[in-house]
């Protein structure tokens, strides 16, 4: 029963169908979307909200027709962080721990997903809603997107957030979010390297669809070999790094999708992709 249920439930998600849930999941064309729908606690990332947010990702990134996942937000305010509600002292420690470790298995389960995801932000993204948007593995935002870790104005440093801020930005701007807890444009966002890109926000989806499109015309395949050593050679000192990845690299010419690569490009013709890992 709950098998036939699933299966139900993936049919309507491929035919576009929404579920309604503190975050909805749609797919299109290849292209799953996670839509943060709550307007009223500015999208915050209360522990119901991260807990659909996971499910969104863990109960559809084995679509075979999946190739990526768009995390966007309803409303004008990406993510204000934490749901401050949840971290109050009558809750107790042992929630609070609760709430910090969902947000972490989160941020696992995004760089974990076999396909790439993609923060589509138009808006405020701020503390734990900032931490989201650079633990994705791409980032666009229209030009009156703000990013900012205020934690420290309520009293609590934004510690985890600034664990994924300072590993995508230098070390001088992370401070400076942290510390100030001041805003920083899309544009200063993207020169930190905090996101990938920015357009007006008519362009937005524009601008995500065409990225969206370029990785649907590669191997799903090889995109997952790709991201899965992307992230595991980041943690290894570059001697280690290039001795793991010369073994990927010929790992990935055995691969039936790499052999097709080689074969359609010595042939000049497109490649037809299986997917197959």
Request: hydrophobic share 40%; proline share 3%; aromatic share 6%.
């Amino acid at each position: 029963m709950l098998a036939r249920y699933g299966n139900f439930l993936k049919q309507l998600h491929c035919a576009g169908v929404s579920l309604r849930y503190l975050s909805t999941y749609t797919c299109k064309d290849g292209v799953g979307t996670i839509l943060l729908d709550n307007e009223k606690t500015r999208n915050s990332l209360s522990l119901e909200m991260m807990n659909s947010i996971q499910r969104n990702i863990v109960e559809n990134q084995h679509d075979t027709e999946l190739r990526c996942i768009v995390l966007a937000a309803k409303g004008r305010v990406f993510s204000a962080g934490h749901n401050l509600k949840e971290l109050t002292a009558e809750r107790g420690s042992e929630h609070h721990k609760q709430v910090f470790h969902k947000c972490s298995e989160l941020i696992s389960t995004i760089q974990s997903a076999p396909v790439p995801v993609i923060a589509k932000v138009d808006g405020l993204a701020a503390a734990a809603g900032c931490q989201l948007v650079a633990s994705c593995d791409m980032a666009v935002c229209s030009d009156s997107s703000t990013f900012s870790t205020p934690g420290a104005s309520f009293g609590i440093f934004c510690s985890t957030p600034g664990i994924a801020v300072v590993r995508a930005v230098p070390r001088m701007r992370a401070a400076y979010m942290l510390f100030t807890g001041l805003p920083i444009t899309a544009h200063e966002a993207l020169q930190a390297g905090l996101v990938s890109n920015v357009v007006a926000q008519e362009q937005l989806n524009e601008e995500v669809s065409n990225i969206c499109k370029a990785i649907a015309s590669k191997s799903r395949a090889v995109i997952t070999l790709g991201k899965t050593f992307f992230y595991k050679q980041i943690s290894l000192d570059v001697g280690a790094a290039y001795e793991l990845g010369e073994q990927i690299m010929v790992d990935n010419l055995a691969t039936v999708d790499g052999r097709e690569g080689i074969k359609s490009f010595v042939e000049k013709r497109s490649p037809k992709w299986t997917h197959k890992e």
